[in-house]
């Protein structure tokens, strides 16, 4: 009986030690691994910007991606079916308007889900065109407009 107690001590020891070892040996590499970085916090006004871009465009018949960031404004969508591809300069004209602080404005236009055409502005041309220091002609002359394929 005694023996028996014995072996039954040894075996409770023997187990809780290799537990212990192998706890500590799976919880290190744990620690030494690195966290990823928090996500950088958006200002209020950057969030409002951005949903009432996202707005109106809705309302213009066009579910956009919309990013707004201080440097640039980012509007991604599917053109829907018989609407003009020119619905970029209205586009232009609401980002514009909701964000004259970022830098560029770069529309993304997609065609069946399909990439088609980007669209790279200066936001301070697409004010100047606004309020009629240039014509279309001239903001047109100043970005880049290119296929996508």
């Known amino acids: 009986m005694r023996r028996k107690l014995i072996y039954i001590l040894i ?3 023997l187990l ?4 212990v070892y192998f706890s500590h040996y799976f919880r ?20 409002e910007e951005n ?12 579910n956009p991606l919309v990013d707004v960031t201080e440097e640039r404004v980012l509007v ?5 079916e018989g609407m003009n591809e020119e619905t970029y300069y209205r586009v232009l ?10 830098e560029t404005i770069i529309i993304q236009i997609y065609r069946n889900y399909h990439p088609y055409m ?9 004010l100047s065109w ?11 002359k100043r970005f880049v407009r290119r296929e996508i394929k």
Do not use: F, H, W
């Open 93 to 102: 004209a609401y980002s514009a308007k909701t964000s004259p602080n970022s």
């Open 28 to 47: 290190e590499p744990i620690k030494e691994q690195e966290r990823p970085e928090a996500p950088k916090p958006v200002s209020i006004e950057l969030r």
């Open 51 to 62: 949903t009432q871009l996202y707005s109106l465009l809705y309302e213009m018949g066009l």
């Open 76 to 80: 991604r969508y599917n053109l829907p």
């Open 130 to 140: 606004i309020e009629g220091k240039i014509s279309k002609e001239d903001l047109s």
């Open 11 to 13: 075996l409770a020891i």
């Open 118 to 126: 980007e669209i790279k502005a200066n936001t301070q041309d697409v």
């Open 16 to 19: 809780i030690s290799v537990s």
